[in-house]
């Protein structure tokens, strides 16, 4: 095995992977974190370079444009890679074709586009091991977790968007965690539209509130108690049979009755059916290696 690269971890800073409009960026930066954020969408990057021309000035913001991959092409301005960019919804954009299929399954139209392909490991050893990561990069998450096995220090807290359609690559992002010494699990729900976040003193607000497209609140400010592998791996399990009845594949979405039947529960239950969960995890070396505590 190869000897893991010595990058020292920066307390201080926070990797946005799928930087969107900056719903999570907005967050951090408030939080008085400094954030290196990713995004492979060029619209979606220059609406943030505008939004947060403040925090780039003054070096709390490094926007890195491009999409994390691990295969690419070369060409005469560099490595670049294949981005289908969602033409109805600007968070679907994705460099996995599984996921482009599944967006016209939903309607949607894609626009092929070429981007610059980003080496994650490389970002990882020019700006540090982040406290955090979040990636919320539609299809290609374990890409960032793959990466980190070439690392001696991992980030404290990792959340992912977790795999909705196959068990099997759920079962492999747990397997990548825990190879990473990650050894207790949230699962939770992307529903945190209006949701508060307390902000530090001093900065003039109290209170942030999340925008719609957030991954919420990190760390030790995630609802719910840790739990270990199998038992958040008996949460999934439920997860998935709601996936399997109104999910992106299941019979009803593809059928005007059944989305319509989906519209009415949600209006019922006031959320989303079934929505979809982000994996948040925590590190053994914040608990000395004990799960669940």
């Not at 009803?252 to 989906?262: A, D, H, N, S």
Request: aromatic share 12%; hydrophobic share 35%; net charge negative.
């Amino acid at each position: 095995m190869s000897e893991l690269i010595p990058t020292p971890k920066d307390p201080g800073l926070i990797f946005d992977v799928g930087l969107h409009h900056g719903q999570d960026t907005d967050h951090y930066l408030k939080k008085g974190y400094r954030v290196v954020a990713f995004e492979a969408d060029p619209a979606n990057a220059q609406f943030c370079r505008e939004r947060f021309a403040s925090a780039i000035s003054d070096g709390r913001l490094t926007i890195v444009e491009g999409a994390i991959t691990e295969s690419f092409v070369e060409s005469e301005t560099g490595r670049t890679v294949k981005f289908y960019r969602n033409e109805h919804h600007t968070l679907w954009g994705s460099t996995a074709e599984d996921w482009a299929v599944r967006n016209e399954v939903l309607g949607t139209t894609n626009e092929i586009i070429s981007v610059p392909a980003i080496d994650f490991a490389e970002q990882v050893q020019r700006f540090g091991v982040p406290h955090y990561l979040k990636a919320d990069i539609v299809g290609s998450e374990v890409i960032c977790l793959r990466a980190l096995l070439r690392f001696e220090h991992k980030p404290d807290y990792i959340s992912i968007r977790s795999e909705k359609i196959v068990f099997r690559r759920l079962e492999y992002e747990f397997d990548l965690l825990e190879q990473l010494g990650y050894v207790d699990f949230k699962a939770i729900k992307q529903d945190f539209d209006h949701i508060r976040s307390e902000l530090p003193g001093g900065n003039g607000q109290k209170f942030h509130i999340f925008e719609e497209g957030a991954s919420g609140p990190f760390g030790e400010e995630t609802a719910g108690r840790w739990r270990t592998r199998d038992e958040i791996m008996r949460q999934y399990r439920k997860v998935f049979v709601k996936y399997w009845l109104f999910g992106d594949y299941s019979y009803l979405i593809q059928t005007e009755r059944g989305r319509k039947l989906i519209s009415n529960l949600e209006r019922v239950v006031r959320r989303s059916i079934p929505g979809w969960y982000d994996t948040h995890a925590r590190h053994s070396e914040l608990t000395g290696g004990a799960p669940g505590l």
